[in-house]
């Protein structure tokens, strides 16, 4: 584990960048650099950019500062295009080829869910994003405080393999990493609060044919999941009930426009 020996010029890379005042930078804008240096930095086109500032509006966000790209070759291969879009950092990505195959009503929700997003989560990503910086911080000092000490005393045989090191390094930045996991638990607020809004908006017509399309995706998938428990004698998917989980809420929001 050659890379043991770099922990200390990490942690001082990352207490850097942990200061506000380093180039003029906050770390939430340092953040969003490097993700649009990692996932893309070509602007959308004009008619995504009109639609996405109708969907700040419309969730009374902010359009005087509102980056958005394109998620960029390397990151759709890598994610097998599994992402039509996704927000970090107060940029968000949209995957271009993806864009190409949907129709007009599918690209506004995906563009309001995305403001939806931005609207429910800023203040929580506002906490996570120096509480990463500052885990990984606290991680490299301590891995490279562990790794200076080995070198001076001769510590217990556990505590001096470099396997123990990483651990202890990366054992901050792994706990705020599963934090951000849990992200997926928003999706259902998110996807709640764009259907609201898309109603009230008078596009109700964009909610339900985007429930269509959920119904269309579960049937394919249920379809698929039969196969293997006839080829196999069992599925361990559980995408379709998750889907199904979806059209459940979501009618739920269409049905109480009714009333």
Excluded at 79 to 88: A, E, G, K, N
Excluded at 118 to 143: D, F, Q, Y
Excluded at 216 to 221: A, G, N, R, S, V
């Amino acid at each position: 584990m050659k890379s043991i020996k770099f922990l200390p010029l990490f942690s001082l890379f990352f207490f850097a960048i942990s200061t506000n005042n380093i180039m003029s930078f906050s770390p939430q804008q340092i953040a969003a650099k490097v993700c649009c240096r990692l996932f893309g930095n070509e602007n959308v086109s004009q008619e995504i950019k009109e639609k996405m500032q109708e969907a700040h509006v419309a969730f009374d966000l902010s359009t005087d500062n509102m980056p958005i790209k394109y998620i960029n070759t390397a990151t759709r291969v890598v994610t097998l295009d599994q992402f039509d879009s996704f927000t970090w950092f107060g940029t968000t990505w949209f995957n271009k080829e993806s864009l190409k195959d949907e129709t007009d009503q599918e690209k506004i929700w995906i563009i309001y869910h995305e403001a939806a997003n931005k609207k429910l989560n800023s203040a929580l990503k506002e906490i996570r994003t120096p509480l990463l910086i500052g885990s990984v911080t606290i991680g490299a000092l301590l891995g490279g405080l562990l790794l200076a000490i080995r070198k001076k005393c001769n510590l217990p045989k556990f505590l001096s393999s470099n396997s123990v090191i990483t651990i202890i390094a990366i054992a901050p930045l792994a706990k705020v990493l599963y934090a951000y996991l849990e992200a997926h638990s928003f999706e259902k607020e998110a996807d709640i609060a764009t259907a609201r809004k898309l109603i009230v908006q008078g596009k109700k017509d964009v909610v339900e044919h985007y429930l269509d399309r959920l119904k269309e995706m579960k049937e394919i998938l249920v379809n698929k999941e039969i196969k293997e428990i006839l080829d196999y004698g069992k599925c361990n998917s559980t995408q379709s009930q998750s889907i199904q989980n979806q059209i459940n809420y979501l009618q739920a929001v269409v049905e109480s426009s009714h009333k």
